[in-house]
């Protein structure tokens, strides 16, 4: 058995950086809502990175978010605002950084009308790449195809996170991820 190629390709901190990651973060099925929220805001604060950067940035990102604390996040006022966009250690983009904020808001509303964010998703679920990218853009910001893709395939609702003869698959199907039900 082979890890998945994009792993095998890499050498030395690099490697040693994502496969932490892969071996037991990516495709693994997340319970906690303010988990999810860190993934979410991970992935957004990708788009147009490399994942490496991000995986070197995320003790700094969890720190600068109160620990992707739903709640807290989504109080910030505009003194926090300024504070995370004034931290070197993250993504300081504007953008990004109100879509956490917003989103965060967005899901203290889906706990509240549905119990929590993870019962949201599973609600929706099964749904095709497609129509979860358009449920997605409709509730949340700074979220595209690729984002959402990502986002659903690093915890366990959408295939493709590894492939089948990787040995972090077979670790991935216990843990009963929604796409294989």
């Known amino acids: 058995m082979s890890y998945c190629s994009a792993i095998e390709s890499m050498s ?6 994502h496969k ?3 071996d037991h973060l ?3 099925p997340i319970h906690d809502d303010n988990e999810l929220f860190c993934r979410l805001v991970l992935e957004i604060n990708q788009a147009g990175l490399s994942w490496e ?4 940035k995320e003790e700094t990102f969890r720190k600068a978010y109160h620990n992707f604390n739903i709640k807290k996040v989504a109080a910030y006022t505009d003194t926090d605002r300024e504070r ?9 983009n504007r953008l990004k950084v109100n879509a956490a904020i917003e989103n965060a808001n967005t899901i203290l509303a889906l706990q ?3 119990g929590s964010f993870e019962k949201w998703l599973e609600l929706h679920h099964p749904k095709t790449k497609e129509e979860w990218v358009k449920l997605f853009k409709k509730t949340f910001r700074f979220t595209g195809g690729e984002i959402v893709n990502e986002f659903l395939m690093s915890i366990g609702y959408l295939p493709g996170a590894h492939s089948t003869d990787c040995p ?7 843990e009963k991820p929604l796409w294989n039900k």
Do not use: C, M, Q
């Not at 030395?12 to 950086?17: M, R, T, V, Y």
């Open 12 to 17: 030395g901190d690099k490697k040693a950086l």
């Open 20 to 22: 932490a990651y892969h």
């Open 26 to 28: 990516y495709g693994f």
């Open 53 to 56: 950067t991000i995986l070197k």
């Open 84 to 92: 995370v966009l004034a931290d070197p250690g993250i993504i300081r």
């Open 112 to 114: 509240k009308e549905h």
């Open 168 to 174: 972090v698959f077979k670790k991935v199907l216990k």
